[in-house]
């Protein structure tokens, strides 16, 4: 089952997918909230089970879903509901972190930590404008939050809480989003500015530095990169990632999915692979990986794309 939120009106819509193909087979949408709640990060816990942790953006709210997931028909259940301390607002990214959720907070620039078995534990950090992802790196335990209008990366050495600014080069590009972690780093993507994309991403490694890409295929070069994923772990196909190129801030790029792979020291592109959305300008979203599929979210449109990926493709 997929589970995705409508922003607007607010809803948490549930998708089941036939266990052999992974065809979307039926989908039902349930309020989450009231109608202006704006519901958007959505995040699969680990310290319960089954659960979804889900942030309301408007309503400044974090959420601990039941999703029912063995009925489509049956309605979400809220278990928790933890308001944003006082100071904080827009709830946007939210990831688990053993006790602690990380937050992004839009609409009061700031990420937040706090320990959902005891709200009242909280840390704000002040970040820059505005704070999309929040990240923790797999080697060197320090979270990263992606400031999309400051063109920049906020460090948080957690629990120290001296934070810096890790400004993006101009020459590679501008507009980081999505952070993301896999293949033993933290990786960024650059989505460009209203004149078009670099078709640029980045690695993290465990001291800050970051090594850049590029994009060389006629389709991606110029892609704006919105969002990241990597693939499950029983996939069966090469180390790599896939990125999703969106218009979202730009008409003169395609909305797109591109599989890259790189070589063992993880210093090279070695190879490239870019695939059209069915829906151009449709401001593509986010990106799921599963062992069959790539799913990706058509903003504009209301859509879901799946690109199905065949098995045994390397």
Request: hydrophobic share 40%.
């Amino acid at each position: 089952m997929l589970l995705i939120t409508q922003w607007y009106p607010s809803r948490l819509l549930k998708l089941s997918l036939d266990p052999r193909t992974e065809q979307v087979t039926g989908l039902a949408q349930f309020p989450l909230g009231d109608d202006t709640d704006l519901p958007h990060g959505l995040a699969a816990s680990t310290r319960y089970p089954g659960r979804i942790w889900a942030t309301l953006e408007g309503a400044h709210h974090l959420l601990l879903l039941d999703p029912a997931p063995h009925s489509l028909k049956a309605a979400p259940r809220v278990l928790r509901d933890i308001p944003i301390p006082d100071g904080g607002k827009g709830p946007h990214y939210v990831g688990e972190y053993g006790d602690l959720l990380w937050v992004s907070l839009k609409g009061s620039n700031q990420v937040l930590a706090i320990d959902h078995r005891h709200p009242e534990r909280h840390w704000f950090f002040d970040a820059r404008s505005q704070p999309i992802f929040v990240g923790r790196h797999p080697a060197s335990g320090e979270f990263y939050a992606s400031q999309d209008k400051a063109s920049s990366l906020l460090r948080i050495p957690f629990p120290s809480g001296r934070t810096r600014q890790i400004a993006i080069p101009p020459e590679r590009g501008a507009t980081p989003v999505g952070v993301i972690a896999g293949l033993g780093a933290l990786w960024v993507a650059l989505l460009g500015t209203e004149r078009g994309g670099t078709g640029t991403f980045g690695r993290i490694d465990e001291h800050g530095r970051i090594t850049w890409y590029r994009l060389s295929s006629p389709m991606a070069r110029s892609a704006g990169l919105l969002h990241i994923a990597f693939d499950p772990p029983a996939s069966g196909r090469r180390p790599g990632l896939w990125l999703l190129g969106s218009s979202i801030i730009s008409d003169r790029v395609l909305d797109l999915i591109v599989r890259v792979e790189l070589d063992r020291s993880h210093r090279h592109i070695v190879s490239e692979e870019a695939v059209a959305l069915p829906t151009q300008l449709s401001k593509a979203h986010r990106l799921l990986v599963t062992r069959r599929s790539v799913f990706a979210t058509e903003m504009h449109t209301s859509a879901l794309a799946q690109l199905a990926v065949p098995q045994g493709h390397r």
